[in-house]
């Protein structure tokens, strides 16, 4: 049973792990897809990482906690869509000061609240029937909190909704070329103004699953890099929900297993992997098929100014 | 009785003092955040308690100061008029040391190193005696025979506490195993989850760890699985899983320092030699899920039970073995220290002869495995 | 144009410098007043609390000196950062340039048998050579494998720092430093000379200063500088001109990634004297860059004076933490209100105000 053991833990682990990277990867996707780069969501992750673990501590319901994670997310990013869409100023630079001012900010906020535990952490699931078949069960149905079902299940609505509806031609003309899609008759601002605040909606769920579900308690800087790694897995997804469950499921595996091998190989080396693999994996696939230019969003980055070419 | 009393003229005697001698300004310089819940968290809180205690004191911080930066920040506050500087990270040694030969009439304290100046001591509360009573419950509790332990760094502090551990696991249990994970990282909540998880699924069913957070502990209790708590009382987190752990008391060492200052014994000329190195005697350490708790009540009965033919000992219950051993250890005049010769590291080699304990300088600069650790040791010789 | 209130305000394309200048003044003085209520919440007077901080940072001229030496390696980063924005090549892997420049640096300082005299200046060379390394693994992955350059030089931060990780707990690991993961310290033949009564290593600072120049003199007099601009305005333009595109982003990282690399030479040879730990090597100088450069607009000479800018507020962050005994934190709350006011100040650059006159309003031209 050592594979079993292996593939159980490895699946199981990565699932977990990849909750809040598909949460954030989820949005990052639908606000890159209307044109608007958001590097915010380290800041927007945390913020609603300390939301969700403050409001769950007081009221008990981490339901709520995540609600909260989720609006206060969301009013990140409409900072962040405001600075970039009405003022029309820098992505990068916006979604860089977004992220250095909700780090700052959440550990202001969350002086005093660390070392508390959390009374009631979002729980586990085991689904009734599925979680008794071996291997399958155990792999996929017992550990696992809703975010991890519900992240897939988004995913795959959100794929829908991008490719197969007029809503997501609005999306993604905006973001392929938002002089045309105004000449249609789309309104470009309000467009990817929702885009921008449904992606940080998204982040704050990410991050509020640190703090009441994979971890139950608030430390300074829990998000440790994630909103990053957020970031490159939008790329690393083509801009494509449901290749962003495999994205965060392949980095979930590759973090799980940083830890596995080190006894076999030099743990300062595995560590170093996932990050390594995450080029290896892009040169490989960009190599002989179409090229990550031609995929991204065509506007991507560029504020859009009626009247302009 | 005793203690309230000692307490009592303690103060009388301060305040009298404090009519007379002048006032002391100390900074502290912390590598991390304060919110991080174990190494600086540790800190702060001591310097809070003794603020709070001396009324001759004013105290001040700061925290998150990265490595290279020290000395700007002492410069600081040597200009704020601070007349002892704490720094508390290894790194800040050689700064400390540079600093403290600028400022010759300014009293420096540097936590974890080595390096000393007429004005410059060095001061440390180590948990090797307590990683090894844990270690007695760990082995009395383990049931695959497979305990994990997710380690920050490869580093002499962490390997001696690592070896003590494992040393009283198995002193109760002679075939158990202690399995290591790293995870480069102070604190990082994330890796130490997924290294615990790593852990779990390779059988490890009790866990011991140096990770500034309490992810190991929630971690292990969310599979039903104990745990020891580490650096500061961790009881809280999960009431039902935490058998015990180390806890600081960093106040201990920074009360009698800045006592000594104040008291004239301590000045600018005479602190070359001065090296604190604070152990469960002088009360720096103690064994506890929370303070006053050595043993979770609720994991009594199973060390009670569990009893075995010890060497020196005869029959006893590793209830009592952790007891005596504390005993031995807590007395003032110490009879018992973990590293015990006769010590075998796992490529087979006799690193403490029958019979002899380990200097100082051999525990800080330790970097064998002693049998029994599994999982790769960076820096092994 | 278009009309609001008494005023008109008219586009522009080009923002003359003074206005460039006296926005970008304009939004520091605004973040400063939107950061005051963040004081009144500490209970501090805000304005006794900038006034200390202005006596802190600019009172004696140790206290300014850190002001410059925090900005040496925003200096070196800032420029190749310009440079790379130019190609609109996005390099977010100074940081992980900066560690390599450090490990290279470091290598020569403590294994490499050189007569005294060399050392420093061989350490700068291989600095610049590993940074100019780790800075051209992009360009390949991107021109031979269609791989994004945000997400190679951000993963090649990350694995730049774990091997210096493994390097200072393994191979390199000291043997006079009882175990802990550092290096010994260099030698004095590898360490850089200070100002008098300041930490501020001047070779550094006078290499960055003159890179500036060399590389504001390329991008403006040179065909190669030529060669980049059109790369980066239109890569359709510079294909029908016959550029080759790789060759230009090549000497472009080569150049950048190798000032970052210099920077990490300034700071191990400059303040650490050993290599350490990665974070406080690299100390996120390389993110903070990229704020430089931008803020810069692309200019590598106003990239020394936002470098400056930096300097001045890590400077004045640090000196809130230890003296008002602020949260650390409020330096980035306080960073990430300055820029985000900097860049929305941006839109008034775009528009020329003037007072209306009635009869110039033409209703038809007001649209949006």
């Known amino acids: 049973m050592g594979w079993a053991n292996w593939l159980i833990s490895t699946v199981s682990r990565a699932l977990a792990f990849g909750v809040p990277l598909l949460w954030g990867t989820l949005g990052e996707i639908y606000a890159e897809r209307s044109g608007v780069v958001n590097l915010g969501v380290e800041g927007m992750m945390i913020l609603g990482a300390f939301m969700a673990f403050a409001i769950t501590q007081q009221t008990g319901h981490p339901g709520l906690g995540l609600v909260c994670a989720a609006l206060i997310g969301g009013l990140a990013a409409l900072l962040h869509a405001f600075v970039t869409i009405t003022l029309r100023a820098n992505q990068y630079v916006s979604g860089l000061a977004l992220s250095m001012f909700g780090l700052g900010l959440a550990g202001l906020l969350g002086r005093g609240w660390e070392g508390k535990p959390l009374g009631k952490p979002l729980p586990t699931l085991a689904i009734p029937g599925l979680s008794q078949i071996p291997v399958l069960g155990p792999m996929l149905f017992q550990d696992q909190t809703i975010l991890t079902y519900l992240g897939i299940v988004f995913a795959v609505i959100l794929w829908a909704l991008l490719f197969h509806t007029r809503w997501g031609i609005a999306i ?133 100014v009626r009247g302009e070419r | 009785m005793k203690r309230i009393l000692a307490v009592v003229v303690t103060v009388v005697a301060l305040g009298a003092l404090a009519f007379s001698a002048e006032k002391i300004k100390a900074g502290f310089i912390y590598v991390g955040p304060i919110g991080d819940y174990g190494w600086t968290h540790a800190h702060d809180l001591a310097r809070r308690i003794v603020d709070e205690k001396y009324d001759w004191l004013e105290t001040v911080y700061v925290e998150s100061v990265p490595e290279g930066e020290v000395e700007t920040y002492i410069d600081q506050l040597v200009r704020q008029g601070c007349n002892v500087i704490f720094t508390t990270s290894f790194g800040f040694m050689d700064g400390t040391l540079a600093a403290a030969q600028r400022y010759p009439n300014v009293i420096f304290a540097h936590a974890s190193g080595f390096k000393r100046n007429p004005n410059m001591a060095t001061y440390m509360a180590d948990f090797y005696q307590v990683y090894y009573l844990n270690g007695l419950m760990a082995g009395a509790l383990t049931k695959t025979g497979k305990i994990g332990y997710v380690g920050a760094f490869p580093i002499p502090e962490v390997k001696r506490h690592l070896n003590a551990f494992t040393i009283g696991v198995r002193e109760v249990n002679p075939n158990a195993e202690v399995h290591v994970r790293w995870i480069y990282e102070w604190f990082n909540p994330a890796a130490a989850k997924e290294a615990t998880e790593a852990l779990i699924a390779e059988g490890c069913d009790v866990f011991a760890f140096t990770e500034d957070s309490p992810t190991v502990v929630q971690v292990a209790a969310e599979k039903g699985l104990p745990s020891f708590g580490h650096y500061s009382p961790m009881y809280d987190f999960a009431p039902d899983y935490v058998v015990s752990g180390q806890i600081v008391h960093w106040e201990k060492i920074y009360e009698d320092f800045l006592l000594k200052v104040h008291n004239g014994v301590y000045t600018t000329k005479n602190l070359a030699h001065v090296d604190y190195w604070w152990l469960l005697s002088q009360g720096a350490v103690e064994v506890g899920a929370k303070p006053g708790m050595v043993i979770n009540p609720k994991y009594e009965a199973a060390l009670k039970n569990f009893v075995l033919n010890h060497p020196v000992f005869g029959r006893i219950s590793v209830y009592d073995l952790v007891f005596t051993r504390l005993n031995q250890m807590a007395d003032p005049g110490i009879t018992f220290d973990p590293f015990q010769g006769p010590i075998y590291d796992r490529k087979g080699r006799l690193v403490v002869p029958e019979g002899m304990w380990m200097s100082y300088d051999s525990l800080i600069t330790l970097e064998w495995a002693v049998v029994g650790v599994v999982g790769p040791w960076p820096g092994e010789p | 144009m278009r009309r609001v209130g008494p005023f008109l305000l008219e586009p522009r394309l080009a923002a003359p410098r003074y206005v460039v200048f006296g926005v970008s003044i304009f939004a520091v003085v605004i973040a400063l007043l939107a950061a005051v209520p963040v004081f009144v919440g500490y209970g501090l007077n805000p304005w006794q609390a900038y006034a200390a901080i202005g006596r802190g940072v600019f009172g004696s001229w140790p206290s300014f000196s850190e002001v410059i030496r925090r900005a040496i390696p925003l200096i070196l980063c800032g420029v190749g950062l310009t440079l790379a924005f130019r190609a609109q090549f996005w390099n977010i892997g100074a940081e992980g340039q900066i560690l390599a420049g450090a490990v290279a640096a470091s290598g020569v300082a403590l294994f490499l048998p050189v007569p005294d005299g060399l050392r420093l200046p061989l350490m700068f060379l291989t600095g610049f050579g590993a940074g100019a390394i780790w800075g051209l693994i992009p360009v390949l992955l991107r021109v031979k494998f269609g791989v994004n350059d945000v997400i190679s030089t951000l993963m090649l931060n990350y694995v730049m720092s774990y091997i210096v990780e493994w390097l200072v707990h393994g191979p390199w690991k000291g043997p006079t430093m009882r175990g802990f993961a550092y290096t010994d310290a260099f030698p004095l033949s590898a360490r850089l000379s200070y100002l008098p009564n300041t930490r501020v290593h001047w070779l550094t600072l006078a290499l960055g200063v003159a890179l500036a120049v060399f590389v504001a003199f390329l991008l403006a007099r040179t065909r190669t500088g030529y060669e980049i601009r059109v790369v980066g305005q239109n890569p359709d333009a510079a294909r029908y001109a016959g550029i080759n595109f790789a060759a230009v982003l090549s000497l472009v990282m080569l150049i950048s990634g190798g000032l970052a690399g210099l920077a990490g030479v300034g700071e191990v040879a400059g303040i650490h004297w050993r290599l350490r730990s990665p974070s406080h090597i690299s100390m996120n100088y390389g993110y903070t860059a990229i704020i430089v450069a931008w803020l810069a607009r692309g200019s590598p000479i106003a990239a020394i004076f936002t470098a400056l800018l930096f300097g001045l507020i890590f400077a004045a962050g640090d000196y809130m933490k230890t003296t008002l005994s602020l949260p650390f934190q409020i330096t980035g709350v306080f960073n990430g209100l300055v820029l985000f006011f900097l860049i929305s100040f941006d839109i008034l650059m775009l528009w020329r105000v003037r007072l209306a006159r009635k009869e110039k309003i033409w209703a038809g031209q007001t649209g949006s």
């Not at chain 1, 490159?232 to 091998?261: C, E, K, N």
């Open chain 1, 172 to 304: 993604r003309s905006v973001g392929e070329n938002p002089a045309t899609a105004d000449s249609l008759g789309i309104n470009v601002t309000r467009v990817r103004y929702l885009c921008v605040v449904f992606g940080g909606l998204l982040a704050g769920v990410g991050g509020g699953y640190l703090s009441v579900a994979y971890r139950p308690s608030w430390t300074e800087g829990m998000s440790a890099g994630m909103g990053w790694i957020v970031i490159a897995l939008t790329i690393f997804a083509s801009w494509d929900p449901v290749q962003a469950i495999w994205g965060a499921f392949f980095f979930g595996v590759l973090y799980h297993l940083s830890y596995r091998l080190q006894a076999f190989l030099a743990p300062e080396l595995l560590k170093l992997m996932p990050y390594l693999f995450a080029i290896v994996v892009l040169a490989v696939s960009g190599f002989g098929r179409a090229r990550w230019r031609q995929r991204a969003p065509g506007a991507l980055g560029l504020p859009y």
